[in-house]
């Protein structure tokens, strides 16, 4: 039996695990952390990403588990809608809408399909010839699939040369909270990003970003979060006012701006952030971890690997950090201009408005499910 070994248990190396064992290969996930609890935040599952999921046989439980995203858009801060978006226009153009769901969902319908984890494990070293070390010893494997993150130690072993992830200038909070009946949308003020999306269960998934030297912290992100967006419109002070301030993460976005000069090397496959870390302004990079993590597993070889992934991902990284710059952007006679822009096309109607998501949202898996 062919047999892989997966580093890391995050969304991507879970779904390739998944999809491997389906596939008839025997699979070991080693994973450094003590264990796979996901950071407590939303998560969108655009519609490519349901279709992949289908391949692995969850999609159908993450679209019972999650809420649709209902009619929604982008705004400005005091509230005035620049473009609306329809999660039935999105249904039937796609077959789906984008879904909300909480991470943690998604990570244990991943796992019950995965095979058991080797927490505890730091994977120290992968060579192209597959082989894996980690403080316990080596493994040899036919196939290492390298879905180790943002810092990946795996790509700068395979790739020395390469430019590491750049940070943006931007850093992000994201939070759960119970509040029923908020409508979804994304609010862009001079500089700063809030978004409110409901989950199932009667809560809400807030994110919020705004430009901020690297590596910072707070003693008090939630007060922060309160003084920046204080006169934003509703429900957004009534969603801080409810928050647990324990419940508030704070990440720095980065992205890696130079791709890796192929997904793969001998027997290593990057995968997820590891290949393509984008910025989450698209919302679209675990879709992709799931979609490279499908096709990895139904293409013969690692060339076709790359070869379908690396096309797919870059316009989508590009695209991704296009929006992080605009919705950057502090100086108001430049939003004021973004945002006639905006609602000129949002005038356009929902479906133009869709169709711009075309290339991202239309994709197929490599096999129906
Ligand atoms: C604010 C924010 C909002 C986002 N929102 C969305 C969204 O709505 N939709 C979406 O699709 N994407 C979103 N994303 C992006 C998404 O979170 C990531 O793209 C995705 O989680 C990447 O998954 P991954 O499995 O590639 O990497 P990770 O989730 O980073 O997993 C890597 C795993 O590898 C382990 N690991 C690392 N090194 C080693 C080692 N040496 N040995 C063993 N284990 C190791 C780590 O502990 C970790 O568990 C968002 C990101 C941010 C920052």
């Given at each position: 039996?062919?047999?892989?070994?997966?580093?890391?248990?995050g969304i991507g190396?879970?779904t390739?695990?998944?999809?491997l064992?389906?596939?008839g290969?025997a699979v070991t996930v080693?994973?450094?952390?003590?264990s796979i609890?996901?950071?407590?935040?939303?998560?969108?599952m655009?519609?490519?990403a349901?279709r992949?999921l289908d391949?692995?046989?969850?999609?159908?439980?993450?679209?019972?588990?999650?809420?649709?995203?209902?009619s929604?858009?982008i705004?400005?801060?005091?509230?005035k809608?620049l473009?609306?978006?329809?999660?039935e226009?999105?249904?039937?153009?796609?077959?789906?809408?984008?879904?909300?769901l909480?991470?943690a969902v998604l990570?244990?319908?991943?796992?019950?399909?995965?095979?058991?984890?080797?927490?505890?494990?730091?994977?120290?070293?992968?060579?192209?010839?597959?082989?894996?070390?980690?403080a316990?010893?080596?493994l040899?494997?036919?196939?290492?699939?390298?879905a180790?993150?943002?810092?990946?130690r795996?790509?700068?072993?395979?790739?020395?040369?390469?430019?590491?992830?750049v940070y943006?200038?931007?850093?992000?909070?994201?939070?759960?909270?119970?509040?029923a009946?908020?409508?979804?949308?994304e609010s862009?003020?001079?500089?700063?990003v809030?978004?409110?999306m409901?989950?199932?269960g009667?809560?809400?998934?807030?994110?919020a970003?705004a430009?901020?030297?690297?590596g910072?912290?707070?003693?008090?992100?939630l007060g922060?979060l309160?003084?920046l967006?204080?006169?934003?419109?509703?429900?957004?002070p009534a969603?801080?006012?409810?928050t647990?301030?324990?419940k508030v993460?704070?990440?720095?976005?980065?992205?890696?701006?130079?791709?890796?000069p192929?997904?793969?090397?001998?027997?290593?496959?990057?995968?997820?952030?590891?290949?393509h870390?984008?910025?989450?302004?698209?919302?679209?990079g675990?879709?992709?971890?799931?979609e490279?993590?499908?096709?990895l597993?139904?293409t013969?070889?690692?060339?076709?690997y790359?070869?379908?992934r690396?096309p797919?991902?870059?316009p989508?990284?590009?695209?991704?950090?296009a929006?992080?710059?605009?919705?950057?952007?502090?100086n108001?006679?430049?939003?004021?201009?973004?945002?006639t822009?905006?609602?000129?096309?949002?005038?356009l109607?929902?479906t133009?408005?869709?169709?711009?998501?075309d290339?991202?949202?239309a994709?197929?898996?490599?096999v129906?499910?």
């Amino acid at each position: 039996m062919r047999h892989a070994v997966v580093v890391g248990a995050g969304i991507g190396g879970l779904t390739a695990a998944a999809a491997l064992r389906q596939q008839g290969w025997a699979v070991t996930v080693l994973e450094r952390a003590a264990s796979i609890e996901p950071v407590g935040a939303g998560l969108a599952m655009a519609p490519n990403a349901l279709r992949a999921l289908d391949v692995i046989g969850v999609g159908d439980q993450v679209r019972k588990l999650a809420a649709f995203q209902g009619s929604g858009g982008i705004r400005t801060k005091t509230g005035k809608w620049l473009s609306r978006t329809s999660a039935e226009a999105a249904q039937e153009r796609y077959g789906d809408p984008t879904v909300l769901l909480h991470r943690a969902v998604l990570v244990d319908l991943l796992a019950a399909q995965a095979p058991e984890i080797e927490l505890n494990t730091t994977v120290e070293s992968v060579t192209p010839d597959g082989v894996v070390t980690t403080a316990k010893g080596e493994l040899s494997a036919d196939l290492v699939v390298a879905a180790d993150g943002l810092r990946s130690r795996i790509r700068g072993q395979l790739f020395p040369s390469l430019p590491g992830p750049v940070y943006t200038g931007v850093t992000s909070w994201r939070l759960i909270t119970p509040t029923a009946g908020a409508q979804p949308s994304e609010s862009w003020g001079d500089g700063q990003v809030f978004g409110v999306m409901p989950l199932a269960g009667d809560q809400v998934y807030a994110y919020a970003t705004a430009p901020a030297p690297p590596g910072g912290s707070s003693p008090d992100e939630l007060g922060d979060l309160k003084r920046l967006f204080a006169g934003w419109h509703d429900p957004i002070p009534a969603v801080l006012d409810r928050t647990d301030p324990a419940k508030v993460i704070r990440t720095d976005i980065f992205s890696l701006e130079t791709a890796p000069p192929a997904f793969h090397s001998g027997r290593v496959a990057l995968l997820g952030d590891a290949a393509h870390a984008m910025t989450p302004n698209l919302g679209q990079g675990a879709c992709q971890a799931i979609e490279d993590a499908v096709t990895l597993a139904y293409t013969n070889d690692l060339e076709s690997y790359s070869a379908a992934r690396m096309p797919r991902t870059a316009p989508i990284v590009k695209r991704s950090r296009a929006i992080a710059r605009i919705t950057s952007w502090r100086n108001p006679v430049a939003t004021a201009a973004r945002n006639t822009m905006i609602s000129l096309v949002g005038r356009l109607g929902t479906t133009a408005a869709l169709r711009q998501m075309d290339s991202v949202f239309a994709w197929e898996p490599p096999v129906r499910p």
